[in-house]
Nanobody
Framework: QVQLVESGGGLVQAGDSLRLACTAS????????MGWFRQAPGKGQEAIAA????????YYANSVKGRFTISRDNAKNTVYLQMNSLTPEDTAVYSC?????????????????????WGQGTQVTVSS
């Protein structure tokens, strides 16, 4: 069992940066592929970034490519989402998710149903 807790959300202005963190408790964090999802008001859930268990493979949605960076620190059981050049369109609840792997391959996952564990979400609001 893994518990995920997000932090770092808040209210910022357009053009600002935020770094979200998702810290896991439980066993074997380094074996988990991780993802960040967001859901804006009135919209569906969107996978915006994902990272393999090793950190060698990453994915970004077109909407955030070049502005957001996902990374992980297995020693701290934490995955990060660095968000730069934020716009009001980035306003959403951001959630992290974890999928247990067997250390084979370097896959990331972009479908919500691939993930077994979810955090409670953190609100990011970007004002214009």
């Amino acid at each position: 069992q893994v518990q995920l807790v997000e932090s770092g959300g808040g209210l910022v202005q357009a053009g600002d940066s935020l770094r979200l963190a998702c810290t896991a408790s439980g066993r074997a964090f380094r074996s988990y592929a991780m993802g960040w999802f967001r859901q804006a008001p009135g919209k569906g859930q969107e996978a915006i970034a994902a990272i393999s268990w090793s950190g060698r493979s990453t994915y970004y949605a077109n909407s955030v490519k070049g502005r957001f960076t996902i990374s992980r620190d297995n020693a701290k059981n934490t995955v990060y989402l660095q968000m730069n050049s934020l716009t009001p369109e980035d306003t959403a609840v951001y959630s992290c998710a974890a999928k247990e792997t067997d250390y084979s391959g370097n896959y990331y996952y972009t479908r919500a149903w691939d993930y077994e564990y979810w955090g409670q979400g953190t609100q990011v609001t970007v004002s214009s």
